[in-house]
């Protein structure tokens, strides 16, 4: 039987003490001991990017990766997009460009665009493609999102 550790995540700029076994995930631990249900899990083999949050600056695939190896670090999920009651520019322009049609993987998205025009304000379209494509969608044939995420950028750009 393998002890169980209490660590501290800090997610969204919150605190979150949980006591977890060493080998429990990231996301497991995000939505069912921090009650932040908005990261979602899909396939669990870091293939669908539907867990992506923002890790010390860097997306990652939280089902790739132990609760535990994300202590001492900044935690940023799709909850923390939104600042109070207004929306996130990628959150506006998934919503008018019809980024979404089921919605399940629509977290990851955000998170991996969120990181990209963070990282690179200046993402050419043939770059964010790239950076789309490692994420799955079942829905939407991508042309929407990759509309939603140019849509945002150029606002984002303009200080809008």
């Known amino acids: 039987?393998?002890?169980?550790?209490?660590?501290?995540?800090?997610?969204?700029?919150?605190?979150?003490?949980?006591?977890?076994?060493?080998?429990?995930?990231l996301v497991d631990t995000l939505r069912d001991d921090c009650g932040l249900t908005g990261t979602h899990i899909?396939?669990?083999?870091?293939?669908?990017?539907?867990?992506?949050?923002i890790l010390d600056g860097a997306a990652v695939r939280s089902c790739l990766m132990f609760a535990v190896q994300a202590q001492d670090k900044e935690i940023r999920t799709v909850e923390g997009l939104a600042d109070g009651r207004r929306m996130h520019p990628l959150q506006r322009a998934f919503m008018a460009h019809h980024g979404l049609q089921c919605g399940f993987c629509t977290p990851g998205f955000l998170m991996l665009a969120t990181n990209a025009l963070e990282r690179n304000p200046d993402i050419g379209d043939d770059e964010l493609r790239d950076v789309l494509a490692s994420n799955l969608c079942r829905c939407t044939g991508y042309q929407n999102i990759v509309k939603a995420v140019q849509a945002a950028r150029d606002e984002m750009r303009a200080g809008k």
Do not use: Q, S, W
């Not at 393998?2 to 949980?18: A, E, M, S, W």
């Not at 899909?42 to 949050?53: K, P």
């Open 1 to 25: 039987m393998t002890d169980k550790l209490d660590i501290t995540l800090n997610v969204n700029g919150r605190d979150y003490p949980v006591r977890v076994e060493p080998r429990r995930t």
């Open 42 to 53: 899909g396939c669990e083999h870091g293939v669908c990017g539907a867990c992506t949050v």
